[in-house]
């Protein structure tokens, strides 16, 4: 279930969310046991990303064939497999500076605490679940907003003209992309927080 959370949580960062065929919240693993490696594991998770940085110097079918041969992909049921299958062939057809940039972002995420991840992760799944102008909209006010002063930020968030143009919902997506500190547009991690 890690290496699928870390290949979902790359390409909703590839597109911030723009990105056709993800899919929504993974299910937890209710099999797991409570031992030492559990428990480690769940104070350490894996960096998302790591796997895919692991194998950037192998070809596209190398990857794919080292995914294949993963033992926790293999733990997988098929349904999932091939959603990882279909989501590596995604990263994979990228262009190389698209694939840099994904990576980067995955960076970026990463330096961000695991309460900010989770807010991020969840709020960019409510963004993909809109309908394609919505999430252009909401993507446009997201990228707007981040180049705002926080007072500023807020004085627009609570305008009337704001509340008309963005419903509940969508208003409490952007204030949890906000929230997050995630920056769609800086590759580098070094956005504010």
């Known amino acids: 279930m890690k290496l699928m959370r870390q290949f979902v949580t790359i390409l909703l960062l590839a597109g911030a969310g723009s ?5 929504g919240p993974q299910k937890p693993n209710q099999n797991r046991g409570h031992n030492d ?19 950037m110097n192998l070809s596209p079918e190398q990857r794919q064939e080292e995914l294949s041969k993963d ?13 990882l299958q279909q989501r590596l062939n995604q990263f994979n057809s ?15 995420f990463d330096s961000l605490p695991q309460d900010r991840q989770d807010q991020l992760r969840s709020s960019l799944q409510q963004l993909r679940q809109l309908p394609d ?4 909209s909401v993507r446009r006010a997201w990228l707007s907003l981040r180049q705002m ?6 004085q627009t968030m609570n ?9 509940d919902q969508e208003r409490s997506m952007l204030k949890g992309l906000l929230d997050s500190g995630f920056n769609p ?8 927080r």
Not at 19 to 23: E, K, N, R, S
Not at 71 to 83: G, I, S, T
Not at 94 to 108: F, G, S
Not at 133 to 136: L, Y
């Open 185 to 192: 547009e800086d590759s580098s991690g070094n956005g504010p």
């Open 159 to 167: 305008s009337d003209r704001f509340r008309t143009a963005f419903n």
């Open 133 to 136: 102008d919505r999430r252009r």
């Open 94 to 108: 990228m262009p190389p500076e698209q694939q840099k940039r994904t990576l980067k972002r995955m960076q970026a």
């Open 149 to 154: 002063p926080p007072d500023q930020r807020e």
């Open 71 to 83: 033992p926790e992909f293999k733990q997988l049921n098929p349904e999932q497999q091939q959603h």
């Open 37 to 55: 490696r559990d428990h480690k594991a769940q104070n350490n998770p894996p960096k998302p990303g790591k796997w895919l940085s692991e194998h």
């Open 19 to 23: 990105l056709p065929g993800f899919a």
